[in-house]
């Protein structure tokens, strides 16, 4: 401490203080609970586990996870949005389009991206005409431009190949 000067050993003094305070300070606005104070629902912390052990280090564990809550609840949305995600990934693509069909019939609302992934799935197995279906359909659910823009050109190319 001999090499700090006054107002250097004022700053960081200073400094200290105001972490201990921020360290110290609530978290959560007045009359709310942090998220893991919060009810969970079980089945939705089931698959959020599932899906880490997938991206993680036992990804056929996670599989079997979420298979295990599908046996539990054939209607688990989530469960069968992660599938179909995790089937593209691993080139199942009949079982991705089985979920993404699935997810639509479910809750078409909360999933318009099962369309775009549906279309990608269709376009993969060489449906073109159902993958063009697909992908129109997810044009006029979403702004993103970006997305927009990419799903365009690849109407384009689908087009192309009819």
């Known amino acids: 401490m001999a090499g700090f000067k006054k107002p250097q050993l004022l700053a960081l003094l200073g400094a200290l203080v105001v972490i201990v305070l921020l360290m110290l300070a609530p978290r959560t606005p ?12 079980p089945a939705k912390a089931k698959t959020a586990e599932a ?8 990804p056929m564990r996670g599989i079997m ?7 539990e609840d054939p209607d688990n949305v989530e469960a069968h949005w992660n599938l179909g995600l995790f089937s593209i990934q691993s080139g199942q693509y009949p079982k991705a389009l089985e979920r993404f069909q699935k997810v639509l019939a ?8 099962a369309w775009f ?4 799935t269709y376009a993969t197995l060489d449906s073109n005409a159902q993958a063009i279906a697909s992908l129109k359909k997810y044009k006029t659910l979403t702004q993103d431009t970006a997305m927009l823009n990419g799903v365009d050109r690849f109407l384009l190319e689908l087009e192309n190949v009819k």
């Open 117 to 120: 992934y549906l279309g990608r």
């Open 65 to 71: 996870m979420l298979r295990e809550i599908l046996e």
């Open 106 to 113: 479910l809750d078409p609302e909360n999933y318009p991206d």
């Open 30 to 41: 007045a009359g709310k609970q942090p998220v893991a104070a919060q009810a969970m629902d």
């Open 51 to 58: 899906v880490a052990l997938v991206n993680g280090q036992d």
